[in-house]
């Protein structure tokens, strides 16, 4: 499912070079539950912007469910995002005084999807995440979970390859985030494929393998009991 | 994304600031609301002064004495005595004149007009029976000048509308009264039919008499003020300009035109003349409508440059879930379109409101020209284009994760 092959990543800003990722390599399998752990600066948010096509390594080979992401254009890694990967974000990101149901409907219509399928598809992911009753509801009428479990839904509706989660529960309260927690939990159940980045080590509980990194290397790689 | 969606999309979005679309949409109001308006009201105003010039006759040739000089003192023009009786009748009789149909001597002078206590000052025309067809005068009761009039140094008045309102009051039938002009009593034997006009050029606001009766009884004068000419055609005014301007020229013994001490003006000049000072006008205006929409243009680009930093973690999200850079390119020009295009119908109704409010209180013609109109909006859609285009550009280049990250 996941290939990642000797990736590294460089910036450089002036004559400084600084080295986030080095030759890192690791493969995730289709329905697996993985959590990536390290402090802040350990090359974790640069490794889930490099698995989620938001950027390119500077070199190594990174395959996704078949495509090689690597070598991509542009419009071709907006596809790639569109088709193979639901994003959750730490700051949910949806989209202000918006209903969550055209939230939920947005990476459909970038895929083309006609109208009226947009619709049904939103409406069961959102029943899904247990907010049948606020699909009217804008973002800024919904509590951070609820804004969350928005945010799932709409990672779930182009029925994506992997979601990939980046502190999913970093800005929600903590009876809010067992709630959330339990939504991966049961779509792992049902085979999705995860992964989530955090750096709290009783949410990467939830996941079933956990791979640590600290400074742009894997320090460890294990399975959680 | 197919592009029904994505103007749903961006209606959704302007609708959601409406504060901040629609002070957009005011600038681009106001460029085409003015453009519209002036541009109409001067094209109102050159049909005004069109219609006027029109009304006097037409085939109109009139000749002016020119300017009164004594020495090297320059008078006004038309201030001279040169022009006489005998030069009107040589044109009427002088066989090397072929393409005159009517001559009408002219002598006019503004003079108090009383009438028991009611008095007015009102321009004074002493003219031939021949003058109401040149200048297409009609009477709506009484008579005209007649020749025995002329003949027998009647009189006799027949006055305009507006003297006769001023005069006997409104609606009042002033004919058989007499009225009282520089000391000689005048019988009115009829009033014009109103013809329109306003200030000096009031053609409702006149009394005209016999020529002889002006020139002999009323003021002693022995010459003309004008003379009106009517030509037997449209196709011969030329000719006629140079029959007549060679007769007189001969008569009052001068070989170099330019040296003459009369004028000859066609109706053709004189509409010629006005409609390059209107041109000239209305171009002005357009011209600084166009400014106003310039600047309602920058101000579309403004709004959508704040836009495009204020939405970059919007941008960068939509760019995650997908978006392609020239999704975001389209999204960012259908907004600026949509702007402009709204302005612009809204700035059309208001344009078009405008001007028929002024033209109605300015009492023009109301006019709506269709090219002012599709050129507004046309160059309101371009410039949705135009001042779109830069920040859209803008938008489509930030990248997903820089723009996610933006606080």
Known sequence: MITVSHISKLYKTGDIETVALSDVSFEIKKGEFVAIMGPSGSGKSTLMHILGALDQPTSGEYNLDGESISKANDDELADIRNKKIGFIFQAFNLLPRTSALKNVMLPMAYAGIPESERLVRAKKYLEMVGLGNRMDHTSNQLSGGQQQRVAIARGLVMDPAILLADEPTGNIASNQAAEVMDIFTKLHEKGHTIVMITHEPDIAEYAKRVITIRDGKILEDKKNK | ?407
């Open chain 2, 1 to 407: 994304m197919d592009i029904k969606a994505l103007i749903i999309e961006c209606f959704g979005t302007l609708t959601i600031n409406k504060m901040r679309t629609g002070l957009a949409i005011l600038g681009i109001v106001i460029g085409i609301g003015s453009v519209i308006a002036l541009i109409s009201l001067g094209q109102a105003s050159q049909q005004a002064i069109t219609n006027q010039i029109e009304s006097l006759g037409s085939n109109l040739l009139t000749v002016q004495p020119g300017a009164q000089n004594s020495g090297a003192v320059r008078g006004a023009a038309g201030g001279a005595q040169t022009l006489t009786l005998d030069d009107a009748k040589a044109i009427m009789s002088s066989s090397k004149i072929t393409t005159i149909k009517s001559v009408s001597p002219e002598f006019s002078k503004r003079s108090q007009v009383t009438y028991g206590r009611n008095n007015t000052n009102t321009q004074i025309i002493g003219v031939y029976p021949a003058y109401a067809e040149i200048r297409k005068i009609t009477v709506s009761s009484g008579v005209f000048i007649t020749e025995r009039d002329e003949a027998a140094m009647s009189k006799v008045a027949v006055i305009g509308p507006q003297v006769v309102a001023d005069l006997f009051g409104e609606g009042a039938n002033p004919i058989g009264q007499s009225i009282r002009v520089n000391g000689q009593s005048l019988k009115v034997i009829g009033v014009t039919t109103a013809k329109g006009g306003s200030g000096f050029n009031n053609q409702d606001d006149v009394i005209y008499v016999p020529l002889s009766t002006a020139q002999k009884q009323m003021f002693g004068a022995d010459y003309l003020s004008s003379i009106s000419l009517e030509a037997k055609s449209q196709d011969v005014m030329v000719a006629a300009q140079n029959e007549v301007g060679y007769l007189l020229l001969a008569r009052h013994k001068f070989t170099d035109p330019t040296q003459a001490d009369f004028s000859i003006m066609s109706q053709n000049d004189i509409l010629n003349t006005a409609s390059q000072v209107t041109g000239t006008f209305t171009t002005l205006l357009g011209g600084i409508a166009a400014i106003s929409l310039l600047v309602g243009g920058i101000g579309i680009m403004n709004i959508m440059l704040v836009t495009v930093t204020e939405r970059t973690r919007e941008i960068g999200l939509r760019k995650a879930l997908g978006a392609k850079r020239k999704v975001i390119i389209y999204q960012f020009l259908i907004e600026a379109i949509i702007l402009t295009l709204t302005g612009g119908i809204i700035g059309m109704l208001l344009g078009i409101g405008i001007s028929f409010v002024l033209s109605s209180i300015m009492g023009l013609p109301f006019t709506i020209s269709p090219p002012s109109i599709a050129l507004a909006m046309g160059v309101s859609g371009v410039i949705g284009v135009l001042f779109g285009w830069y920040p859209a550009q803008k938008a489509a280049k930030l990248q997903p994760i820089e723009a996610l990250r933006y606080e």
